[in-house]
T-cell receptor, first 113, second 113 residues
Framework: GDSVTQTKGPVTLSEGTSLTVNCSYETKQYPTLFWYVQYPGEGPQLLFKVPKANEKGSNRGFEATYDKGTTSFHLQKASVQESDSAVYYCVLGDQGSNYQLIWGSGTKLIIKP | EAAVTQSPRNKVAVTGGKVTLSCNQTNNHNNMYWYRQDTGHGLRLIHYSYGAGSTEKGDIPDGYKASRPSQENFSLILELATPSQTSVYFC????????????FGAGTRLSVL
């Protein structure tokens, strides 16, 4: 079945450094890929989504490219801020699945000032 | 702005008691979902609904029931609560399949003693 595997956290970085959170997926379909972010005390919220292979999504300085060849969707940011501290989820949306969304296990990001 | 409201925000229940978690959305979305979030497991789907009167089992439905009496309201019911159901529960609403953007509530923290 479909699956999503992402970097196991927590990931601790200093403010101003670069970030990569790895995400790999498995599916036989043609999914939409998402990154959701969850701040402390809140529900997850959409960071961005990419419906087509070989396209890039971005928001708030974060970006990821939907790479069908390597089945990857790695999240990157050039310079993180303390306010980026949160849990990040890589998610697969399969049009053929009754469950709609397959969630990765989440990566907790801690940014130190 | 999409709005999903959960109540209560915090709940302490006794083992064997009945618990009802409520969710209201003002997005006019057809689809609604109940997830639970536990450390190490990310988000796991309990029940979902296509619209008023429908409920479907997700990945972990055992011990839970759901009710969708209207477009706006979706409840999660624990008939006989157990300590293993101690968790944070999230309700969400969304539109089409596969390319869903889900809009989450702020969550309900449930402790079963």
């Amino acid at each position: 079945g479909d699956s999503v595997t992402q970097t196991k956290g927590p990931v601790t970085l200093s403010e101003g450094t670069s970030l990569t959170v790895n995400c790999s997926y498995e599916t036989k379909q043609y999914p939409t890929l998402f990154w959701y972010v969850q701040y402390p005390g809140e529900g997850p919220q959409l960071l961005f989504k990419v419906p087509k292979a070989n396209e890039k999504g971005s928001n708030r300085g974060f970006e990821a490219t939907y790479d069908k060849g390597t089945t990857s969707f790695h999240l990157q940011k050039a310079s993180v801020q303390e306010s980026d501290s949160a849990v990040y989820y890589c998610v697969l949306g399969d049009q053929g699945s009754n469950y709609q969304l397959i969630w990765g296990s989440g990566t907790k990001l801690i940014i130190k000032p | 702005e999409a709005a999903v409201t959960q109540s209560p925000r915090n709940k302490v229940a006794v083992t064997g008691g009945k618990v009802t978690l409520s969710c209201n959305q003002t997005n006019n979305h057809n689809n609604m979902y109940w997830y639970r979030q536990d450390t190490g497991h990310g988000l796991r789907l309990i029940h979902y609904s296509y619209g008023a009167g429908s409920t479907e089992k997700g990945d972990i439905p055992d011990g839970y029931k759901a009710s969708r009496p209207s477009q706006e309201n979706f409840s999660l019911i624990l008939e006989l609560a157990t300590p293993s159901q101690t968790s944070v529960y999230f309700c969400a609403s969304g539109e089409d399949w596969g390319q869903n953007t889900l809009y989450f509530g702020a969550g309900t923290r449930l402790s079963v003693l």
